[in-house]
């Protein structure tokens, strides 16, 4: 049993701070990119920020300089550290990791989603 488990959503004022946290349990043998999507109602899933195996990093235009990705390759888990949050960054964080389980195919796999609720 592979799965994501995401932590530390809430609700913060406008200004405000968190940090997401993305942790793989179960048989992992390998894990390449990682990455946080957000999806608010009615609207697309996007991608906030991803990070390869190797550290480089990727961020979305509106989240630039705010949000930092970063990974503990250790613990097998990934993190989001969001300053200066807005109320557009408002959805459902989700987090994303591709792969290996055991077999010799890399699959991809998503958590179950933190709530991000930003106050004005």
């Known amino acids: 049993q592979v799965q994501l488990v995401e932590s530390g959503g809430g609700l913060v004022q406008a200004g405000g701070s968190l940090r997401l946290s993305c942790a793989a349990s179960?048989?992992?043998?390998?894990?390449?990119?990682m990455g946080w999507y957000r999806q608010a109602p009615g609207k697309q899933r996007e991608v906030v920020a991803s990070i390869t195996s190797g550290g480089s990093t990727s961020y979305a235009d509106s989240v630039k300089d705010r949000f930092t990705i970063s990974r503990d390759n250790a613990k097998n888990t990934v993190y989001l550290q969001m300053n200066s949050l807005k109320p557009e960054d408002t959805a459902v964080y989700y987090c994303n990791a591709d792969m290996m389980t055991g077999t010799v195919t890399w699959r991809n796999y998503w958590g179950q989603g933190t709530q991000v609720t930003v106050s004005s």
């Open positions: 179960g048989r992992i043998f390998s894990i390449n990119a």
